[in-house]
């Protein structure tokens, strides 16, 4: 059975656009509570991030899961009012607090005051780390670069390869993978506390280049199409080439994803926020290959009038090979 995408495209791009209303309103609401349209890390704000966790090898120490309420009275009452604390860990005996730059004093006197408060800790669990924010800024300009530069890069790439209105459409269908990821990302941020840091600007940029790849494949096909039968209808052509290549890309993201799951599962702390946007972008990029950049090719195409393509740009050069030789 044929599946046709061009016949449901109003469905994918309704669900495209309110995917990404939801992650726009979501990005303007973190923007008014957090000054960012995420919740930033220690990498790009700077300050002190602690972490501490209960020693649950004394009696009674880890009796009940840490109340977030008496963290934050023994933070307020050390004047540290603006900062954002987290109960972490399955069992909840541990926390996270990301406050302003302390000096050793400070971190000392604000860790006397919760153990005195919420137990003793496990000084074998405790983390503390300290950035600084020009180091913090300078983390933030150099990875929006490295984005600006690879949206650059890659325009430039499909344009010689393809033409320009593949490359600007694809572009279109890669803005859409990363615009979602980052709803969600501020959803999470504004719902779960969950904050983006260093790792997060380098998934972003792994799902740009997953995304592409994705959609050169069905690009070739349709310029494979277009080359052999140039007098079918774009819309035919578009969904002629994603049924060729649909069983190849669903393949190809389910078997990427096993290994993002097993990540998210079982990497640990570090690197569960990283394979979480990871996840997140490859399923919209595996989407919007699919059903997002052909759609809006074809739709591109009927503007232009080339409906029937046999004197499109692509047959045009084939004819032009076949002449010369």
């Not at 016949?7 to 609401?29: D, E, N, P």
């Not at 009674?60 to 109960?87: F, G, H």
């Amino acid at each position: 059975m044929k599946f046709s995408v061009i016949k449901q495209r109003g469905l994918w791009w309704t669900i495209s656009a309110t995917l990404m209303i939801i992650g726009i309103v979501a990005m303007v609401i973190s923007w008014q509570q957090l000054g960012a349209p995420l919740r930033p890390s220690l990498d790009f704000v700077g300050g002190t991030r602690l972490q501490f966790e209960r020693d649950c090898t004394q009696p009674n120490n880890c009796t009940q899961p840490i109340e977030i309420s008496n963290v934050r009275e023994v933070v307020d009452a050390q004047k540290l009012n603006n900062s954002s604390i987290q109960v972490v860990g399955q069992k909840q005996q541990g926390i996270s607090i990301r406050t302003k730059t302390l000096d050793v004093e400070q971190r000392t006197q604000l860790q006397t005051a919760l153990t005195e408060k919420i137990g003793a800790f496990d000084p074998k669990a405790t983390q503390i780390d300290t950035v600084g924010p020009t180091l913090g800024r300078q983390l933030f300009s150099q990875g929006l670069l490295a984005l600006v530069v690879s949206f650059a890069a890659i325009v430039v790439y499909l344009s010689v390869r393809f033409q320009v209105d593949y490359a600007v459409i694809a572009i279109i269908a890669l803005f859409h993978d990363v615009l979602i990821t980052l709803g969600v990302f501020s959803i999470l941020g504004l719902v779960a506390g969950i904050e983006v840091d260093s790792l997060f600007v380098v998934a972003i940029l792994t799902i740009t280049g997953f995304s592409v790849t994705d959609t050169v494949v069905i690009y070739d096909r349709i310029r494979e199409i277009l080359h052999l039968h140039p007098n079918d209808h774009i819309d035919k052509v578009v969904d002629d080439a994603i049924n060729q290549t649909l069983t190849r890309s669903i393949n190809t993201t389910f078997t990427v994803l096993l290994t993002l799951f097993s990540l998210f599962l079982f990497g640990g702390e570090t690197l569960r926020n990283f394979s979480l946007a990871l996840i997140i972008g490859f399923t919209m990029g595996a989407y919007s290959s699919i059903f997002i950049a052909g759609s809006l090719l074809a739709w591109w195409r009927e503007r232009k009038g080339e409906t029937s393509v046999g004197n499109s740009p692509e047959s045009i050069d084939t004819s032009a090979s076949s002449q010369d030789s």
